[in-house]
């Protein structure tokens, strides 16, 4: 399996710029999470899908943050615009369905810096 | 709602000895998971280990094991023979079944030092 996969790693921008971040689940996951990570707040849960259904959005900051997921296999996290203050490191993970599977398989991060 | 409090920011061990991370959670959930996760410098997540809120039988994987009160909300992590490699930030994390299925609420984290 190739894990979750997230693009870019790394994105610098300045501010007022559109940052779009990109996460590939895991074929056969039907949950997707969106978290954010920093010093101050830690790890926060911002969005998660299940069957590409947005279940819990009370995570998102604010109207300049926006999550989709057209198909089982994609989804993206944009900010517009952007702020130095949305500096951090965004992790998508999937999930699949009841069993003995309910950890989460976390992608390698996208490290943002916003200037 | 879901709370998860690591008392201990770090902690420090040499090599070879053992070491105990604290967890302590709070859920409405009957039904609900627990995880420890690990963050090295390269900053990956991973799964060090699991336990059903339903059993009682405590969860080990080879070196490291829990320590899981459910009537005290308490899951906390040892290490047993610790190595250089377990250097890592250590989360604790609940995930509740019923009808926050999926959320997963995460500690503070506790930064683990392992000393030659």
């Known amino acids: 399996d190739a894990g979750v996969i997230q693009s870019p790693r790394h994105e610098v921008t300045e501010m007022g710029q559109e940052v779009t971040l990109r996460c590939k689940p895991i074929?056969?996951?039907?949950?997707l999470f969106w978290y954010r990570q920093t010093m101050m707040r830690g790890l926060e849960l911002l969005i998660y899908?299940?069957?590409?259904?947005?279940?819990?959005d009370s995570g998102m900051p604010e109207d300049r943050f926006s999550a989709k997921m057209p198909n089982a296999s994609f989804s993206t996290l944009k900010i517009q615009p952007s702020e130095p203050r949305d500096s951090a490191v965004y992790f998508c993970?999937?999930?699949?369905?009841?069993?003995?599977?309910?950890?989460?398989?976390f992608g390698p991060g996208t490290r943002l810096t916003v200037t | 709602a879901q709370t998860v409090t690591q008392s201990q920011p770090e902690m420090s061990v040499q090599e070879a000895e053992t070491v105990t991370l604290s967890c302590t959670y709070d859920?409405?959930?009957?039904?609900?998971?627990l995880f420890w996760y690990k963050q090295p410098p390269s900053r990956q997540m991973i799964l060090v280990i699991r336990?059903?809120?339903?059993?009682?039988q405590n969860a080990t994987e080879n070196r490291f094991s829990v320590n899981f009160q459910k009537a005290a909300k308490s899951f906390s992590l040892k290490i047993s023979d610790s190595q250089l490699g377990d250097t890592a930030m250590y989360f604790c994390?609940?995930?509740?079944?019923?009808?926050?299925?999926?959320?997963?609420?995460f500690g503070q984290g506790t930064i683990l030092t392992v000393h030659p």
């Open positions: 993970a999937s999930s699949p369905t009841g069993g003995r599977n309910y950890e989460q398989y």
């Open positions: 074929s056969g996951h039907d949950y």
């Open positions: 899908f299940n069957n590409n259904v947005p279940i819990d």
């Open positions: 859920t409405s959930e009957n039904n609900y998971y």
């Open positions: 336990q059903e809120a339903y059993k009682q």
């Open positions: 994390a609940v995930r509740a079944g019923g009808t926050s299925y999926g959320k997963l609420t």
